[in-house]
């Protein structure tokens, strides 16, 4: 027994021995590590690669936008982030209920980031849920065009570019899309769009082809609404009026699966666009918009609408808002007084530019830009020569020829349906004088016949047109001294 405890004993010496030597050796190579150290440590590419996309993740919320309902590869295309980027929130935003479904479930746990959004007004919602930025945190928004493939290092340098110059939105290209950088001017005053093509340029108001954009969150918060359809178009727009810029950078993100491969397909995505493009028009009041190659496409009224303003009750609704006369409406002005002019004249008519439409002629050699009719004077005694005077009613072009209810005047309109016109004023010679014939209205009295005797031609709405010999002497009668000068000057106060 005594030897096994001597055993024993001895065993436990040497484990002591050992663990003090062991000890002794970790204490002295650690305080070699300390007093004489080596090179740095670097981080090995993978796991600075995995710092730089969770910075990413919690810095980026990608949103799809940009896609059919009836056919897509939005399925596809958020498989290829969260493959990329697992953390990261994606956003997939639909007009109405996504119908037919997309081929993944949301509550699956590898997607768990992602949220599909239905717009739709329902009365269960409140203004919270349809709201797109209740589902976006994050400093910056990645808007992805439908079959789109992530780029990791792309979607960094967009990232760093947005960064260096958060004052922009930064765009990239995807597949063998060609990005056409264009400038845009909202004429506001003018209800018109210009568009720009800038070939070699980078920085942009609008940028045309499939791309892939970021901006920074604040700046979308301050636009009245940023997520309508046509997008990006809409986008772009409000941008522009904000004065927000957009950089185009290299590099291409990936091309998805084709979509839209049938020309019944096409023409379904292409009719959408159509109406949706012209319901923001009619919202933001864009009349005519001139496209890159100088085309001028209208989207106001037309010969068989009415016209774009209300009935005038003193000072017309568009001056109030600080606008001219709708372009369109003032393009059917313009046909119609031509029109006019024809007809007068190839009955033998004496007739000659009135006040409004005469000035228009010395300013601009056009058209008055914020009047709501065209002004004709004409001989009363040579009304009877004027068959459509005599008759009225709507003549072969579908002009429509009627006599004021009130006063001794006439009124051509543009059509039965679109109620622009031209006044046609007679004035009656007494003593030298010309006398409006028993009808009042505002600028204008009699004048001295001397003015017409002879008549004048002046360049006016592209054509020659009949007018006083002495046009700035006739207005100033009419308008007060330096009509002209006055007109330049203050404008429409001038007739308003």
């Not at 001895?10 to 663990?19: C, G, P, Q, R």
């Not at 700046?219 to 990006?232: E, R």
């Not at 914020?370 to 459509?388: N, P």
Request: hydrophobic share 40%; charged share 20%.
């Amino acid at each position: 027994m005594f030897y096994r405890v001597l055993k024993c004993r001895l065993m436990f010496k040497f484990y002591i021995l050992a663990a003090i030597v062991i000890l002794i050796y970790c204490l002295y190579f650690h305080s070699h590590y300390k007093l004489y150290p080596i090179a740095p440590v670097t981080i090995p590419p993978g796991l600075a690669h995995s710092h730089n996309s969770r910075h990413l993740s919690k810095s980026v919320t990608i949103v799809f936008r940009q896609f059919e309902d009836f056919e897509n590869d939005i399925a596809e295309c958020v498989q290829s982030f969260v493959a990329a980027y697992p953390n990261i929130a994606i956003v997939v935003l639909c007009e109405r209920t996504q119908y037919p479904p997309f081929q993944f479930s949301a509550t699956n746990q590898t997607l768990k980031n992602v949220r599909i959004v239905s717009l739709e007004l329902k009365l269960d919602k409140s203004p919270h849920d349809l709201d797109p930025f209740t589902y976006i945190t994050t400093e910056y928004v990645l808007f992805v065009p439908d079959s789109t493939r992530v780029s990791r290092r792309v979607l960094q340098q967009m990232y760093l570019a947005a960064t260096t110059y958060p004052a922009q939105a930064i765009a990239v290209a995807t597949g063998n899309a060609h990005l056409i950088c264009q400038h845009v001017t909202w004429n506001y005053a003018d209800w018109t769009l210009l568009y720009h093509k800038d070939a070699s340029g980078k920085l942009c108001d609008a940028v045309h082809g499939q791309h892939v954009l970021m901006v920074k969150n604040s700046i979308l918060q301050t636009l009245p609404q940023p997520f309508i359809f046509p997008f990006p178009e809409s986008l772009y727009l409000q941008l522009t009026v904000k004065k927000i810029k957009v950089q185009i950078i290299e590099g291409k993100f990936g091309a998805g699966r084709s979509v839209l491969k049938t020309p019944a397909l096409k023409q379904k995505s292409s009719r959408r666009n159509k109406d949706y493009r012209l319901s923001l028009y009619k919202d933001l009041g864009v009349k005519a918009v001139v496209r890159e190659d100088g085309r001028m496409q209208w989207y106001g009224c037309k010969k068989e609408t009415q016209r774009c303003f209300p009935p005038v009750q003193g000072t017309p609704s568009y001056v109030l808002s600080g606008r001219n006369t709708p372009p369109c409406c003032r393009r059917n002005i313009r046909r119609a007084v031509t029109h006019v002019l024809r007809v007068l004249t190839q009955a033998g008519a004496r007739c000659w530019l009135e006040t409004t439409s005469l000035l228009g002629a010395i300013v601009s050699s056009d058209l008055l830009p914020y009047v709501e009719y065209a002004e004709i004077g004409i001989h009363s005694g040579d009304v009877s020569r004027v068959l459509w005077l005599q008759r009225g009613g709507a003549d072969n072009d579908g002009y429509v020829w009627e006599r004021a209810t009130k006063g001794h005047y006439y009124r051509v309109a543009y059509s039965a349906t679109n109620r622009v016109y031209v006044l046609i004023l007679p004035f009656a010679a007494r003593n030298g004088t010309m006398w409006p014939a028993d009808w009042v209205m505002a600028h204008q009295r009699e004048f001295h016949e001397r003015h017409l005797h002879p008549l004048a031609q002046i360049q006016f709405a592209g054509h020659q047109a009949p007018a006083p010999n002495d046009a700035r002497a006739f207005l100033d009668h009419k308008l007060g001294p330096n009509a002209v000068e006055k007109c330049e000057k203050i404008g429409p106060k001038l007739l308003y």
